[in-house]
């Protein structure tokens, strides 16, 4: 091979090799677009199935508050933004929002549970729930012990959710009780299921105490006595149990 040509053919690789690596300096070291949100998945964490949110009413929320990730991209998704605005739900208590490796976003989210169904005196029907707060009852049905009377909506949670929890976790009471009443001076009543009388209970405070009174009376004297005998039983007042007979 002449020279001139092994001259001219280095000349030909080397300028090859220098386009390749040009080529490759411009191409791999080019940013890469950001990548737009697949899809969504919504993940609702409803151990109890009461049902009061679901994947639609999620969307729809989303939808509502022109929220909706899917087709943004990514870096533009504010996910604290969307914890937010789910967690102002008033049926939802938490929500946890993360992008996934395959482009998509998971929705983790925890519904409140409604523990006790108030319809006040006012007329105004809604739920106390697990957080110690309230729920509208809008179209969800669930069927829960009532509360009537002289209920306030602001501080219902507060005063009656020790109450609503024991009537709704302890497997006795729950299926005993079937209506609380709040007077007008604030005192509350339960009407059991079985039996004429009314259990006078006072306030909320040292409610274990004064259910496990109620619980030692019903056992020990209204099994005996009968349970048709008294017109009302109070626990109301420390370490009492006062019975009151009906009316011959």
């Not at 009407?191 to 006072?202: K, Y």
């Not at 349970?227 to 007979?245: E, L, P």
Request: charged letters at 25%.
């Amino acid at each position: 091979m002449r020279p001139v040509y092994k001259t001219f053919l280095k000349i030909v690789i080397l300028l090859g090799v220098a386009a390749y690596f040009v080529f490759a300096l411009t191409t791999f070291n080019r940013p890469a677009q950001d990548p737009d949100c697949k899809g969504l998945d919504i993940v609702i964490k409803d151990d109890q199935h009461t049902d009061f949110i679901n994947e639609n009413e999620v969307r729809e929320l989303l939808a509502k508050e022109k929220l909706f990730p899917e087709g943004k991209a990514i870096k533009d998704i504010d996910l604290a933004q969307l914890e937010s605005v789910l967690v102002a739900s008033p049926y939802i208590d938490q929500a946890l929002c993360y992008a996934t490796a395959d482009g998509k976003i998971t929705m983790q989210v925890t519904p409140r549970i409604p523990i006790m169904h108030v319809i006040n005196a006012a007329g105004e029907d809604f739920y106390i729930d697990n957080c110690g707060g309230t729920m509208p009852r809008g179209h969800h049905v669930i069927d829960l012990i009532v509360m009537t009377g002289n209920v306030q909506r602001a501080t219902a949670g507060d005063l009656y959710m020790p109450l609503a929890t024991t009537l709704t976790t302890d497997p006795y009471w729950r299926d005993q009780i079937q209506e609380v009443h709040v007077d007008a001076d604030g005192d509350i009543s339960l009407t059991p299921r079985i039996g004429e009388h009314i259990i006078i209970l006072g306030d909320t405070s040292n409610i274990e105490d004064k259910f496990s009174r109620m619980k030692t009376f019903q056992s020990e004297g209204l099994d005996k006595a009968g349970w048709n005998r008294y017109k009302t039983i109070s626990v109301k007042y420390a370490g009492q149990v006062i019975a009151t007979k009906k009316d011959k």
